[in-house]
């Protein structure tokens, strides 16, 4: 049975994409990554030159993904998110593999890649059927079997 901090990484761990979320000099911003994951924690691939992961290495930010706009045949839509503190990482050369090829540019500038891991502490699964409004499923996950937490409920604690 998945705890809720495990079915919030394996549905990240579905996609390719995501949003990391902070605030840079007291104005919260977006920005699109690629990510992995990893021992239950989040890898970010980000580009250098934007200068994000500056605000991002020793702050808490959020992480999320979905599969919004393009679920799988017979998956109904969802969206995952994770909160925790953010860390620059020296990734190995296997886990920059696993990221796949690095775009050639950013913004009109060669891509520069700088890795950031993601430690969750807090998570939150949405999900949405069309079929009924009490039949929440993700892909044979019964969302009655094993409730979402709310926003802002603990994930289970590292040692």
Same mark, same amino acid.
């Given at each position: 049975? &998945?705890?809720?901090?495990?079915? +919030?990484?394996?549905?990240?761990?579905?996609?390719?994409?995501?949003?990391?979320?902070? %605030?840079?000099? +007291?104005?919260?911003?977006?920005?699109?990554?690629?990510?992995?994951?990893?021992?239950?924690?989040?890898?970010?691939?980000?580009?250098?030159?934007?200068?994000?992961?500056?605000?991002?290495?020793? %702050?808490?930010?959020?992480?999320? %993904?979905?599969?919004?706009?393009? &679920?799988?045949?017979?998956?109904?839509?969802? %969206?995952?998110?994770?909160?925790?503190?953010?860390?620059?990482?020296?990734?190995?050369?296997?886990?920059?593999?696993?990221?796949?090829?690095?775009?050639?540019?950013?913004?009109?500038?060669?891509?520069?890649?700088?890795?950031?891991?993601?430690?969750?502490?807090?998570?939150?699964?949405?999900?949405?059927?069309?079929?009924?409004?009490?039949?929440?499923?993700?892909?044979?996950?019964?969302?009655?079997?094993? &409730?979402?937490?709310?926003?802002?409920?603990?994930?289970?604690?590292?040692?």
């Amino acid at each position: 049975m &998945p705890t809720d901090e495990h079915l +919030a990484i394996e549905l990240i761990g579905r996609a390719d994409h995501g949003r990391v979320a902070t %605030s840079l000099r +007291a104005l919260p911003f977006l920005v699109c990554v690629r990510h992995i994951v990893l021992d239950g924690r989040v890898l970010l691939r980000l580009h250098r030159g934007w200068g994000y992961h500056r605000a991002c290495v020793g %702050s808490v930010v959020a992480y999320g %993904s979905d599969n919004l706009g393009h &679920p799988e045949p017979g998956e109904n839509p969802w %969206s995952a998110q994770i909160v925790g503190r953010c860390e620059a990482i020296e990734p190995t050369a296997a886990q920059i593999a696993l990221f796949g090829p690095a775009p050639g540019r950013a913004d009109g500038e060669p891509f520069d890649p700088v890795y950031l891991r993601v430690e969750p502490q807090f998570g939150t699964v949405h999900s949405m059927d069309d079929r009924s409004m009490n039949d929440h499923s993700i892909e044979g996950l019964s969302m009655d079997d094993h &409730p979402m937490p709310m926003a802002g409920t603990p994930l289970r604690s590292r040692p």
